[in-house]
């Protein structure tokens, strides 16, 4: 993930310098055959050039903000994610230090039984971050297995529902019909787990469009083609003067800034794939882990 702004060129320049090399190929290649066969046997109307330019930088811009709104929803639903996670260890913490909350089986060994939870709602936080790239059966440590047998999760299904399942199942069954507030605000907890895991799921199982995306990478590339014969040579101090060779790195910068937009816009379009642009979600999920352990060193330090 790109974090300042000299990473930022420097990432820029990777993805930018490829499309510099091409386009100077191809604008080296046009020049010398105009120069080789005549000046201006194929130049196109500059105002041509113009409008088709304004049409596609403003095809580009739309596309751009369209991509930067859905990393950025992205990004919102893994803050929230972060937040909801947060509340939940805290109550959890707070909820199972009184024992009038629970039936009567169940008000044994209550630390232990809020330690698991909140080590499986980080379980659950790692598994919804393996899915969204792709690791539907990841390894687990010998310690998730133990957890994930105790509860009983069924490892055939899809373990992120089976694991919100088997939390829900435990607060179900612990608590008292005395405390309907606390096990209803953990029960709403849980539904927004629900709702966040929809969001990330809809935005990474439904792609840009990709006949979208298919007309912008034609319509880019064809203007681009197109810019050597909008532009020619220059005639700047006549044939001899060698300004004429300054249609060169103008016409690779115009194609370059094009194609560098449109290849962003591609990559902030998949805010959940592992590329240099994509929403942090492993540092994120990280820090929630980080979170969940840190209220269960608590518990552990009250338990002692």
């Not at 024992?99 to 039984?113: A, G, H, T, V």
């Not at 004429?244 to 370059?256: D, G, K, R």
Request: net charge neutral.
């Amino acid at each position: 993930m790109v974090r300042t702004e000299k990473q930022g060129f420097l990432q820029l320049a990777k993805i930018a310098f490829p499309f510099v090399i091409a386009t100077a190929v191809y604008s080296i290649l046009v020049l010398g055959l105009e120069e080789y066969f005549g000046d201006h046997i194929y130049k196109v109307s500059g105002q041509i050039g113009s409008v088709f330019g304004l049409a596609v930088a403003f095809f580009l811009g739309f596309r751009m903000n369209s991509a930067y709104d859905r990393w950025w929803e992205a990004r919102k639903i893994f803050g929230e994610l972060t937040n909801n996670t947060r509340s939940f260890a805290a109550k959890i913490y707070v909820y199972y230090g009184n024992s009038q909350n629970f039936r009567s089986e169940k008000q044994w060994d209550l630390s232990n039984q809020a330690s698991d939870l909140i080590a499986l709602t980080a379980l659950y936080v790692r598994q919804l971050k393996n899915e969204m790239h792709n690791n539907f059966k990841p390894a687990f440590s010998e310690d998730a297995d133990k957890l994930l047998s105790r509860f009983q999760v069924n490892r055939e299904h899809k373990l992120s529902n089976e694991l919100l399942l088997a939390i829900t199942q435990n607060i179900e069954s612990a608590f008292s019909a005395n405390a309907t507030i606390e096990k209803g605000d953990l029960m709403q907890h849980l539904n927004r787990f629900h709702d966040i895991q929809g969001k990330a799921e809809r935005i990474k199982n439904t792609p840009f469009l990709m006949i979208y995306t298919a007309f912008t990478k034609l319509i880019v590339g064809f203007y681009v083609i197109l810019i050597p014969l909008f532009i020619g040579d220059i005639d700047l101090g006549g044939e001899k003067s060698g300004f004429e060779f300054l249609a060169i790195p103008i016409m690779v910068i115009i194609s370059t800034v094009f194609l560098t937009i449109n290849k962003l816009a591609n990559l902030f379009a998949e805010p959940f794939s592992e590329n240099i642009t994509s929403v942090p979600i492993d540092a994120i999920c990280q820090t929630i882990e980080q979170n969940c352990n840190e209220v269960r060193l608590k518990i552990e330090s009250v338990k002692s």
